[in-house]
Structures are given as C-alpha cells and as structure tokens.
C-alpha cells in the first residue's frame, strides 16, 4: 500500500452538500426565531415603561420660577398619578395640571376646593371670608386684589407659591383647574441629588 489519501467522489461531495445547506437551514431558522424572541421582549418592556409612565409615576422638570422657594427651576420632580383614582384634591397638594388651551403641563398648589368662594385681599388669599395661613411656604404680600370666585363642581383652584410671579387660577384665562385636566401629585424632588427631598403635608389651622 502506498500513502495517497483517496478523493471525495462527486457522489459523496453532493451528499455533503446538502448536509451542509440543511445544517445551514436549520442554522438560519434558530437564529429568526431567537431575534424574533428578542424583538417580542424588548417590545413588552417598552410597553410596559411607557404604562407605566402614562398612567402610575413619571419624572417631570420643573419650568420657570412659579412655585419658588418650594420648586425651582430646573428641578426634577417624581410625579404619581393613582391617589387621584380614589381620593380627590385636597388643599395644600402639589398638582401638576393642563390649563385651558396649554400643551405642556404645569405645575401649582391647590388652595380652593369645590364649593368654596375664593378672594384676594389686603395681600392674603381668603377661603369662605376667613385668610388662609400660608405661613409654610409663603410670607409675602400679594400684589393686587381678585374678586371672589366660586369653585366649581369637581374643579380647584390652583396658584404658584411664587404669588407675584406666577400665572394661575387667578387669572381668568386659566381659572379653575377640571380634575381630568390633572396629571397627578408631586411626591418629592429627584434631581439634582443635592436637593433631593419630599413635600409635607400643610396645617392650614
């Protein structure tokens, strides 16, 4: 015998080529399947982040200086949207609200109920005749006097903690706020680090 390997013959190459092509196949079919499952997930985390921004918690920045010394420019909020499933607005709570004919949303502090008669004078904010104590985040005067407005059925009224730099339900092209054109409460401040923080409930007594 001597040392030359034999050769593949054409019917023996042929075979191996189709091995290889099914292999191949098989190979191709895997791999859509595995993209495929990929794709499928990313999507459901994507939906459910998206849920889960629209309709339970959000992170919205804060624009402008109208709820200065409690908010400033620039801050980041953590925003939840369930209390308001169960609970209505209560006096004192940040809202982050629609105005009439705004695309973007604002943010404010509830001060007037439904039912309640609403004034400005002599600097303070009257409830039903009787000054509201706003001493937690306002010490100033207010600029300028209102008429009285009564607050409507599932409505509030909402102003900026920053009284005289801000545009809000004393203006009467914003008035009061429409519980469906409420977004929901802010809980704390998130960003920058430095000034993380939540918010208290108010005492008005």
Partial sequence: MNGRKRGFTQRELRILRNLSEEQIEKMRGVRFWR????????ALVVLIALAVRN????????????????LFDGEHMFVEKMSYWYNEPARGEIIICYYPGYTACCVKRVIGLPGE?????DGVILIN????????????TIYGDMESVIVGEK???VVGDNRNGSKDSRNVSVGCIPYNKIVGKARAVIW???EIRTFSEVNYE
Avoid: H, K, Q
């Fill in 35 to 42: 993209n495929l499952d990929f794709f499928l997930y990313l």
């Fill in 55 to 70: 309709f339970f918690f959000e992170p919205i920045r804060v624009e402008g200086d109208s709820m200065i010394p409690t």
């Fill in 117 to 121: 008669e609403v004034r400005v004078a």
């Fill in 129 to 140: 005749g009787r000054p509201l104590n706003e001493s937690a985040y306002w010490s100033g």
């Fill in 155 to 157: 409505e509030v009224f």
């Fill in 192 to 194: 920058p680090l430095s």
